[in-house]
């Protein structure tokens, strides 16, 4: 039989969810409310995403996947938005990084028998690499906006010499790459080592060989490389263009938000 | 004979308002006037970093637009307020502009730092690692590298200290009368607009208010506003 938790031990949980709550209360941190209210609602938005995912899964793959894939980029998009909402065609920008990104490494999985067409392996899998291509884009969208507010004289004295907006923003995009990149290539140098990453966790307490579970992980992991790095790249080589007009001139960043 | 180079007819953009002026070839314009009165946002629009909101501007008897942008900019070179150096060395800031028009040419880096008085042992020296007035100089030979046949200068010498405006002044005076240079140069120091100016424009609430021959205008000015702006100086 497959392990389980069981109902009566999900209840026990409440015990970690009251040390947060005793903190808040000793330290009138005024948070008790949130932390009951997320708790809650944490607990409700996961079981109704399981009878989703269980409806889903009985579905045939070729209806579900997609299915659950758009509903995934969507939000993911909307979400990621919020972060250069001030900024033209962001959101179109994102939602179609979104599905290059989903396609490319969905075709490599495939292709390669890495992970089989069933929504059980493609659904998590693809959840996990828009999720963090979700927070790739985002972070490079604000690190993006920053860098232009910071390096404005720079890239004003590179337009005065003749530079043009891609030949301008060059250091501005390379170090928003890197800022994208950099925390990406430090986790998987230590992957592993400091923290068993969540997938390998899941599958090893499902009953999977380590061994498998780590093949399974390295996978996952260098998909979630790959596709941030991927993210990174649209969002800075696409956006840039934004922050000039066509006549090469660089535009007030408070007029973009108007 | 004095061939017009600029030519600005009825120009408004955020301050500026009905900016009507003509720069001819050799003239030394000096821009002055009280914070806020639009010289910085005038320097942007002869080298087309800002555009107008109306009125035209003429560059050599045709509308600035019908020029390339990167080719006019390199020709109409730049010096800001603040140097900001690309982080790198010297030389790499000094390669930038003819990088872009693939013209960077070895031989001349002597030159250039003959310009604005820096040593040779300066090309690869870490741009974080000058003085407020080197890396001004830089930045003006950054710009000269570009061979441009006018020079816009926006208070290049505002951050720095008496001893080295006077020496960035002197390398200014030369290097404006050995290349020939069209000068045009926004500051706040009538002394200085004197020293290297041979016209002078007065800006004030966004508008000319006086233009004339310098030292001339600020010795004897003929408005009641410049009268009070040279007293009050």
Redesign the interface.
Known sequence: MERDVSNFSLLVLIVFVMVPFTISYFYQLGLKKDIMWSSIRGALQLFLIGLILTYLFNLRPIVGIPIMLSVMITIATFHARNKGKELPNVFITILTGLIVIEIFVLALWLGFDMVSFTPEEVIPMSGMVIGNSMVAMGLSLERMKSEFGTNQ??I?????????PR?ASH?TVKRTLNAALIPNIDQLKTIGLVQLPGMMTGLILGGIEPIVAIKYQLVISISIFSSVSISAIIVSLVMYRFFFNQ????VDLEQLQK | MSQTIFELKSVYKIVLQDISLKINHNERVMIFGPSGSGKSTLLHLF?????PEQGEIMFRGEPIETYR???L??NI??V?Q?P????DTVLDNLK??PN??EDWKEEEVQTLLNYVNLPIDYLDKDVDDLSGGEKQRV?LA??LA?KPEILLLDEPTSALDDQNIESIEQDLLNLIQSKQLTVVMVTHNLEQAKRLGNKGVYLEGGRIVEQGSLPDMIDHPKTEALKRFTTNY
Not at chain 1, 156 to 164: E, V
Not at chain 1, 247 to 250: S, W
């Open positions: 004289g720079k004003l004295a590179a337009l005065s010499l003749g530079a043009t030949q250091i006549n090469m001139q660089l | 080298n087309r970093l800002e555009d942008i990167p080719e900019r390199k070179g730049l800001l603040q900001y150096l690309f982080p930038y502009g872009l028009f930045s950054r710009t570009n």
